[in-house]
Every structure is written in structure tokens, then in C-alpha cells.
């Protein structure tokens, strides 16, 4: 009876804030929301594609993550944070890179002018405020008090009230088994045990230190040193299945 109590309750919550979501926000498949809701978004095993907000002024951080060729590699592009902030009102509003990006070329051209196509459900393109989001002094980004500090620095005042329901959520890709030698078996294992931040931490390095003969493991929480030191103890046909792996997983 308690379970159902509490169903019930989180039902209602959700049903409450229904009517207020009339702004939904899509993104293209190769574009991850890194703010929303005045809350960091954070590393998931699936994919947010859809963010849903109340009538007026609202906000969020994107940034394109996608894997692109590199003289015959594939290597991770991590684009620069671009804030988006819009005042809309009972609309769909698509977001797009506004050309592919497939080559490592390609994502040196938007690192230089990035920005987002925004069209709306019957193709229209709309024109809304898009900056890149300033990184603040340190080694890790906040991009909380990052945001924060570019909103007063703008005058922008984001309010709560507009804030409508929690993100959905596409459906998981299923994991992918990695092969059975003990680096790849422990890099999984200690990456399972990991936090959101700290599996983000991971991926990005990993993926920026996969033809790295010589490197130091990460330092941090016990699951993210040992998931880097097993990382660095594989062979490069193994840093590839771990690499693989980890797409999946996004």
C-alpha cells in the first residue's frame, strides 16, 4: 500500500505540472543538453532528446558530442557549452547543427563559430539568443555557477515558475558485453561503480588518451582511479573494445 501511496503521489506531481508544459525543446541526435531546468544534466547511460518547458523565458546549455574522423580515426569532439536562452509560448522548437559534422574539420568550424539551427515544427527557422557559456577559472567545470555568473553578467532572470516537467528520456541502448580479458573486465566493473560526473570524467579521457603509450591514471574517487588505471594497463585492440564499449553506453 505504501508503494502505491507513493505512485500515486509522484502521478499526481507529474500531472499537476502537465498543463503548464507547452514549450517542448528536441534535439538532434548528435546534441547533448548540459543545463536544464536550472540543474546540471549530468552523464546518462541514455540520451535526453527532449526537454520540456513552461510558456516564457527559459534556458539551457548544449553542446554537440559526437565522434568524428580524424586521418582515418575516430576520435570524441566535445563542442564549446552554448547557452540558448528563448521566450517562447505553445510551441515545438527543434534544435540542429547547421551543417553535418562528420570530419574533424568540420568540428574545428563550429568550435570557431558555434551555434545551433533552431527551427520550429513547420520548419521555420527562429532566431533566439545563443552564446557560448565562459568557463570559469579552475581545472573541472561548474557549469552551474557558470551559468549563474553569465546570467548576471547579462541581466538575464530565469524564473522557476517556468520550469514544467523532468526531461523524458529515449529508451536505453541494451549493454554491450566487453571481452573477456581482465582490463576490459575491470574497466567496466569500476566504471559501473562510478558516479554520473565521474563517468563523464572518464569517457572524455579515455577517449582523448586512447593512442597514448605512456599515461598517468585519473585521480579522484576510488572507482574512477581504478577504471583509469585498468584503462591504462590495456593493450590498444583492448582500448578500443573499452572505447566501443563506452559508446554504447551513451
Known amino acids: 500500500m505504501k508503494v502505491m501511496n507513493n505512485v500515486l503521489v509522484v502521478g499526481a506531481m507529474f500531472t499537476s505540472f502537465a498543463p503548464m508544459a507547452a514549450v517542448d525543446v528536441i534535439l538532434d541526435r548528435n546534441i547533448s543538453a548540459l543545463v536544464a531546468h536550472g540543474e546540471e544534466v549530468g552523464f546518462s547511460i541514455s540520451k535526453v532528446d527532449k526537454l520540456e518547458f513552461g510558456n516564457g523565458q527559459n534556458q539551457v546549455v548544449l553542446r554537440v558530442e559526437q565522434l568524428v574522423s580524424n586521418r582515418g580515426e575516430k576520435e570524441k569532439f566535445n563542442s564549446k557549452p552554448i547557452v540558448l536562452t528563448f521566450d517562447a509560448k505553445n510551441t515545438t522548437l527543434n534544435v540542429a547543427t547547421k551543417s553535418p559534422i562528420s570530419r574533424v574539420e568540420h568540428s574545428e568550424a563550429f568550435n570557431r563559430d558555434p551555434s545551433f539551427l533552431i527551427t520550429d515544427a513547420s520548419g521555420k527557422e527562429i532566431t533566439i539568443r545563443q552564446d557560448i557559456l565562459p568557463a570559469s577559472s579552475g581545472i573541472s567545470r561548474d557549469y552551474l555557477k557558470e ?90 585492440k583492448e582500448r578500443k573494445q573499452t572505447l566501443s564499449w563506452l559508446l554504447e553506453q551513451e
Open 147 to 236: 551559468l549563474d555568473r553569465y546570467n548576471s553578467k547579462h541581466s538575464i532572470n530565469i524564473a522557476t515558475a517556468t520550469v514544467a516537467t523532468a526531461a523524458v528520456v529515449v529508451e536505453a541502448k541494451p549493454e554491450a558485453s566487453l571481452a573477456s580479458s581482465k582490463p576490459t573486465q575491470m574497466v567496466e566493473y569500476w566504471f559501473e561503480k562510478a558516479s554520473k560526473e565521474d563517468k563523464s570524467t572518464f569517457s572524455d579521457w579515455a577517449f582523448d588518451n586512447r593512442k597514448a603509450k605512456e599515461v598517468d591514471a585519473l585521480e579522484g574517487s576510488k572507482a574512477l582511479e581504478m577504471a583509469s588505471y585498468w584503462f591504462t594497463q590495456s593493450s590498444s
